[in-house]
């Protein structure tokens, strides 16, 4: 299954940190942001599945972005610290899928993500996926696969693996720090796993180049990876299917 791009948008760093950290271990894709104008960067960057909208941010409500979520076609789910029932309506009413309450359950929020998504995909109102072209390659991530752009054949890879890639393709030429890379690919922060990264860039550039040289992940000495090239986003067409079927 795909992973379910989640955009977590949260101004209390250690109940977004909490959240987070759970969505990331039930596979999720974890993205966030800890206001208004960290929400927009990043909906400018990438096209989440869902948005976990908290409305009271330090810059001004989260409410004022629902117009450009629901122009992006994303799924809202709105966390907020009131719950009477015109609060609920007036979330409703501007576009939010979904209501809760703080405080709530990781375990909770992961279940009405999920159940969103099924739903939204169900009715067949998901935003367009994207495709990642770079070089001879072309990235699925619907699909959760890497094809190479001749004859349409997939490449074999790990799901961690493919995680890695589809995360630096995302972001090129952005430099990701090794911990970062052990929050977004493994869910968690653990002293050891700084060295399982650099075996697993090692492990994906064996599937992508062609040569000794990486070509497309570089190591910044030091710091981390970064992803270089030109990488061409394409939209789905609705008709186009996910897979590599052709």
């Not at 015109?86 to 809760?100: C, F, W």
């Not at 040289?213 to 299917?241: L, M, Q």
Request: charged share 30%; hydrophobic share 40%; aromatic share 6%.
């Amino acid at each position: 299954m795909p992973q379910i791009r989640v955009l977590l948008v949260e101004d209390d760093t250690l109940s977004r940190e909490l959240m987070a950290f759970y969505l990331r271990g039930e596979g999720m894709l974890v993205t966030e942001a800890d206001s208004l104008s960290a929400l927009r960067q990043s909906l400018r960057q990438v096209v989440p599945d869902i948005v976990v909208l908290d409305l009271m941010l330090g810059d001004g409500s989260g409410l004022d972005a629902m117009r450009e979520i629901g122009e992006m076609g994303c799924g809202v789910i709105v966390l907020s610290s009131r719950d009477s029932p015109v609060d609920r309506i007036l979330g409703l009413e501007l576009g939010a899928h979904d209501y809760l309450a703080k405080p709530l359950e990781p375990r909770e929020l992961a279940l009405r993500i999920r159940n969103l998504h099924r739903l939204l995909a169900s009715a067949g109102e998901q935003p367009a996926q994207e495709l990642f072209r770079f070089g001879p390659y072309e990235l699925d991530p619907l699909a959760h696969q890497l094809r190479r752009s001749n004859d349409g054949s997939v490449v074999t890879m790990t799901g961690t693996q493919f995680r890695l890639l589809e995360l630096l393709v995302r972001h090129p030429n952005r430099v990701f720090e090794r911990d970062t890379l052990v929050d977004q690919i493994f869910g968690r922060r653990w002293i050891g796993l700084s060295r399982s990264i650099d075996v697993l860039v090692s492990k994906t550039r064996a599937r992508i180049d062609g040569s000794d040289e990486p070509t497309w992940i570089k190591s910044i000495r030091g710091v981390g990876y970064v992803f270089v090239g030109d990488v061409k986003r394409v939209r789905r067409k609705a008709s186009e299917p996910a897979s590599g079927e052709r």
